[in-house]
Nanobody
Framework: VQLQASGGGLVQAGGSLRLSCAAS????????IGWFRQVPGREREGVSC????????TYANSVKGRFTISRDNAKNTVYLHINNLQPEDTAIYYC?????????????????WGRGTLVTVSS
């Protein structure tokens, strides 16, 4: 199981980004994919997750309305679209996976993690 997050960068407040999580070594339909973020010195925060087999999604309250998670099963890739970026969104963003266990509820702990991608939002 391998995951690679990409798409981070430096953007101005109000801008948008699309982060990608490329998955390999497993079938996307069989795993939940979660996006998390972490600011150095602070706890990691879950922002969104998806059950790729049926598209069921969940969002943290802090990002609802600005973040959209989606998947392209043919490309084995999950995306995180971020609109109206704010300085408080500055963090390293990680994607992670875990087997679905037959449920579409994707919130909680994850088993496999990729290297993160840095998002920096300037005011």
């Amino acid at each position: 199981v391998q995951l690679q997050a990409s798409g981070g960068g430096l953007v101005q407040a109000g801008g948008s980004l699309r982060l990608s999580c490329a998955a390999s070594g497993f079938i996307l339909d069989e795993y939940h994919i979660g996006w998390f973020r972490q600011v150095p010195g602070r706890e990691r925060e879950g922002v969104s997750c998806i059950n790729p087999s049926d598209g069921y999604t969940t969002y943290a309250n802090s990002v609802k309305g600005r973040f959209t998670i989606s998947r392209d099963n043919a490309k084995n890739t999950v995306y995180l679209h971020i609109n109206n970026l704010q300085p408080e969104d500055t963090a390293i963003y990680y994607c992670a996976s875990r087997q679905t266990g037959g449920t579409n509820w994707c919130w909680g702990s994850y088993d496999y993690w990729g290297r993160g991608t840095l998002v920096t939002v300037s005011s």
